[in-house]
């Protein structure tokens, strides 16, 4: 897996992560920047293709930055605010 932060993605099996993550930087169970959660994030590489296909859009569709859908050129900005549930 290639962990590019210049918004570069090569497949949609590569990481969502902007640069900003708070699960590792602050101990948050969900990330605020890409929306994933601690889990997700220390297992990604390992959690079934199809599963982080599917993750990618559901995280896109709640509002989150992720890579894979910015334009040409964007930089991370901060992530919406997560309630804890």
Avoid at 6 to 34: H, N, Y
């Amino acid at each position: 897996m290639t962990l590019t932060l210049d918004g570069d993605v090569e497949s949609m099996l590569d990481a969502p992560c902007i640069g900003w993550c708070t699960t590792r930087q602050f101990g948050d169970d969900r990330c605020k920047g890409c929306g994933r959660q601690e889990w997700e994030v220390r297992d990604w590489s390992r959690l079934p293709d199809i599963y982080r296909r599917l993750r990618i859009i559901s995280l896109a569709e709640e509002g989150f930055t992720i890579r894979h859908v910015q334009p040409l050129g964007w930089r991370p900005t901060p992530g919406k605010d997560i309630e804890d549930k």
